[in-house]
């Protein structure tokens, strides 16, 4: 089992940035995908970004492509989220996965078998 521990959220002013963090540790994680969703306020989770673990390749929500960047470090066992130009329908809880690298899509939610607790981000106005 992985276990995942999200940190980094916070208050923000429309425009501002935050990086979110997150530490992994458990089985090995070669052959496997780490994903940022989000749940707004009444909303589903969402898909965020998704990063191949091995060969760093990189899959975005359209809504947060240009604005968001997913980047891991092997080394660290991290995967990170920096979010740039946030808006305020950016506010959410922001959670971390992972799934098995296996051909299956990366944007749905159930494919991934860990998450973490969640962390609160907060766009103000």
């Known amino acids: 089992q992985v276990q995942l521990v999200e940190s980094g959220g916070g208050l923000v002013q429309v425009g501002g940035s935050l990086r979110l963090s997150c530490a992994a540790s458990?089985?090995?994680?070669?052959?496997?995908?780490r994903g940022w969703f989000r749940q707004g306020p009444g909303k589903e989770r969402g898909f965020v970004a998704a990063i191949s673990w091995s060969a760093g390749t990189t899959s975005y929500a359209d809504s947060v492509k240009g604005r968001f960047t997913i980047s891991r470090d092997i080394t660290k066992n991290m995967v990170y989220l920096q979010m740039d130009s946030l808006k305020p329908e950016d506010t959410a809880v922001y959670y971390c996965a992972r799934k098995n690298l296996n051909g299956r899509p990366w944007r749905q939610a159930q494919e991934y078998d860990s998450w973490g607790q969640g962390t609160q981000v907060t766009v103000s106005s």
């Open positions: 458990g089985r090995a994680f070669s052959n496997s995908v």
